[in-house]
Antibody, heavy 125, light 107 residues
Framework: EVQLVESGGGLVQPGGSLRLSCAASGFTFSSVYMNWVRQAPGKGLEWVATIREDGSEKYYVDSVWGRFTISRDNANNSLSLQMNSLRAEDTAVYYC??????????????????WGQGTLVTVSS | AIQMTQSPSSLSASVGDRVTITCRAS??????LGWYQQKPGTAPKLLIY???NLESGVPSRFSGSGSGTDFTLTISSLQPEDFGTYYC?????????FGPGTKVDIK
């Protein structure tokens, strides 16, 4: 059974740092892209970051560029999001999501088929 | 970045109704789009990928269509468990972008 379990959320002051983790099980972690998606209270979904299977490429939404770092440890089946210089607008539930991928006709598509339960990050003084 | 819009922002429909949600991209994205359903307090659930591919285990009353800039999610016969918010997500390039969501209520 595929499982994704986030941890590390909490209350942090503006300008502070926090590290989120996502423990993966039930699938070959090193074979899939992984992602972070967030949702501010009462708002819609926002894609935050993606990391390739081997960690060689990383992508970020502009609003977190230079402040957040996505990483993975394939030996321990874990995904991380290091968040620095946190702002009030970073307050959200953060989800990790597996992208199992789907390729057809020379095009590969993102398929976010499993999600964790989310961890709440609150940035406030 | 590619912007995604959805319409309507909310709707209320009766059980058995046919429901259509539209998603529009600011640039052509071929068929690089997925649909997700989210119920309050829970993680999103994948419904459709590559614009029209039904995810395994998702009821066949859900279908997706479209290409380029205009996409549609259709629920052929709305069921009580279909309440929630529906989001489109383009994966044409980075940054990926979700639509703002369409909230579906059951009358």
């Amino acid at each position: 059974e595929v499982q994704l379990v986030e941890s590390g959320g909490g209350l942090v002051q503006p300008g502070g740092s926090l590290r989120l983790s996502c423990a993966a099980s039930g699938f070959t972690f090193s074979s899939v892209y992984m992602n972070w998606v967030r949702q501010a209270p009462g708002k819609g979904l926002e894609w935050v970051a993606t990391i390739r299977e081997d960690g060689s490429e990383k992508y970020y939404v502009d609003s977190v560029w230079g402040r957040f770092t996505i990483s993975r440890d394939n030996a321990n089946n874990s995904l991380s999001l290091q968040m620095n210089s946190l702002r009030a607008e970073d307050t959200a539930v953060y989800y990790c999501a597996r992208d199992r991928g789907y390729c057809s006709g020379g095009t590969c598509y993102a398929v976010f088929d499993y999600w964790g339960q989310g961890t709440l990050v609150t940035v406030s003084s | 970045a590619i912007q995604m819009t959805q319409s309507p922002s909310s709707l209320s429909a009766s059980v058995g109704d046919r429901v259509t949600i539209t998603c529009r991209a600011s640039l052509g994205i071929r068929n690089e789009l997925g649909w997700y359903q989210q119920k309050p307090g829970t993680a999103p659930k994948l419904l459709i990928y590559a614009a029209s591919n039904l995810e395994s285990g998702v009821p066949s009353r859900f279908s997706g269509s479209g290409s380029g800039t205009d996409f549609t999610l259709t629920i052929s016969s709305l069921q009580p468990e279909d309440f929630g918010t529906y989001y489109c997500l383009h994966d044409h390039n980075y940054p990926l972008t979700f639509g703002p969501g369409t909230k579906v209520d059951i009358k």
